[in-house]
């Protein structure tokens, strides 16, 4: 039976969201910049979307800018921060197990002139607050940590590191492409001042995400052209993926969130009993993402683990999906302190709200012989 447990690099299109995406297609399909009422149709239904997306954050609907992807939205946060404050301030606060689009963004901008301190975090994947706040200087005007990491599923106390550049007057950004809609994600409660989302990990289209940019903070634009976006981010908009975009951010229940979590804690169970010599990498209960389990399996490699699985079926990753075509291992494991052969014996399963207990039990049926065999055939 098929089993597609790779939901944390992409999830399949709610076809609710599917649904309400065709008109604007080849119905409704005027550009949103046009006067004419085609124009205006793609404009109404794009004010919708970007109200429903404000409101699923508590943030008002001029705070809200589309962008083509959480990639596109991190580089902006980072990048416009930095030309907006440089050369007056030019120091960022991150940490060293943020997702590859902020961590590249921080090398190219140390060649710009900016200095950024990369904090270390626990064996769970914590970063440290009392080093957090003792990192922030007078150059110090941004401060960017990851909400749910996209391959341990640890879900930082965004709420208290909020307060801490509150309290400092630093702004803060987070990137929350993981936990938006799967965890609580409210920007007036957490003291947030940017945050990335995107679609395709919600069940959305791929293509197309969001930077809320708190009212009254000042950021040069990264796009440039036409204006559009209230003169932030230019380009056409991509009205198809932001309706359903919207449509994807309110398609979720508490009662789906509540199953994944259950479905997670009966994977991550069973391979813990049924497989010796076995670790959970990340944090435990309320602190990891609904969908995420990343396990180490000693005495084999990962990537032997996933090709056997997907024999069977079974669909998973040896990292996350943006890293997966690089020799290099993942960052994110040697952070939390991992050694060699943990980093690489291990495999990111992610379930969705579509993901079933027949196939939970079907790849604990099948994994624990896997383990076995590879374990029979390796040489380490």
């Known amino acids: 039976m098929k089993t597609y447990l790779d939901n944390a690099a992409t999830t399949k299109v709610d076809e609710k969201v599917l649904k309400t995406m065709l008109p604007y297609f080849n119905t409704h399909y005027g550009n949103a910049s046009s006067m004419h009422l085609e124009g205006s149709e793609a404009k109404k239904a794009l004010e919708l979307s970007r109200k429903t997306i404000a409101k699923s954050i508590n943030a008002k609907t001029s705070e809200i800018f589309f962008t083509s992807g959480g990639t596109e939205s991190n580089n902006w946060a980072l990048k416009g921060l930095f030309w907006q404050n440089y050369p007056n301030k030019n120091h960022i606060i991150t940490t060293k197990i943020e997702h590859d689009c902020i961590l590249n963004t921080c090398k190219w901008l140390e060649t ?10 626990d064996k769970e994947g914590f970063a440290n607050l009392k080093n957090l706040e003792k990192s922030i200087t007078d150059k110090t005007f941004l401060i960017s940590i990851i909400h749910g990491n ?20 630093v702004l803060f950004h987070t990137d929350a492409c993981q936990s938006y809609t799967k965890t609580e994600l409210d920007v007036k409660k957490q003291n947030l001042d940017l945050v990335t989302i995107n679609s395709h990990k919600i069940h959305g289209p791929k293509g197309v995400g969001a930077l809320y940019i708190k009212e009254g903070i000042k950021i040069q634009p990264l796009m440039h052209g036409g204006g559009h976006e209230r003169k932030m981010r230019s380009g056409t908009e991509n009205i198809p993926g932001i309706v359903g975009f919207a449509k994807a951010s309110i398609n979720i229940s508490s009662k789906e969130i509540k199953k994944m979590i259950k479905l997670r804690d009966k994977l991550i169970k069973g391979i813990l009993e049924k497989i ?7 944090a435990k209960g309320n602190n990891r993402l609904a969908n995420n389990i990343n396990i180490s399996f000693n005495n084999v490699e990962g990537e032997a683990v996933g090709g056997y699985l997907e024999n069977q079926g079974i669909f998973v990753s040896t990292g996350s999906a943006c890293m997966s075509n690089t020799l290099s291992g993942s960052h994110v494991l040697k952070a939390i302190r991992l050694s060699d052969l943990e980093q690489n014996s291990s495999i990111r399963f992610s379930i969705s709200k579509y993901t079933t207990e027949k196939e939970i039990d079907y790849v604990l049926k099948k994994l624990p012989k896997i383990i076995k065999k590879l374990r029979r055939l390796s040489p380490i």
């Open 112 to 121: 710009q002139g900016a200095k950024i301190t990369y904090l270390g975090v």
């Open 150 to 169: 996209n391959e341990i599923g640890t879900i930082q106390n965004i709420k208290l590191i909020g307060e801490i550049c509150k309290k400092n007057n």
């Open 276 to 282: 010796p010599n076995t670790k959970l990498n990340g």
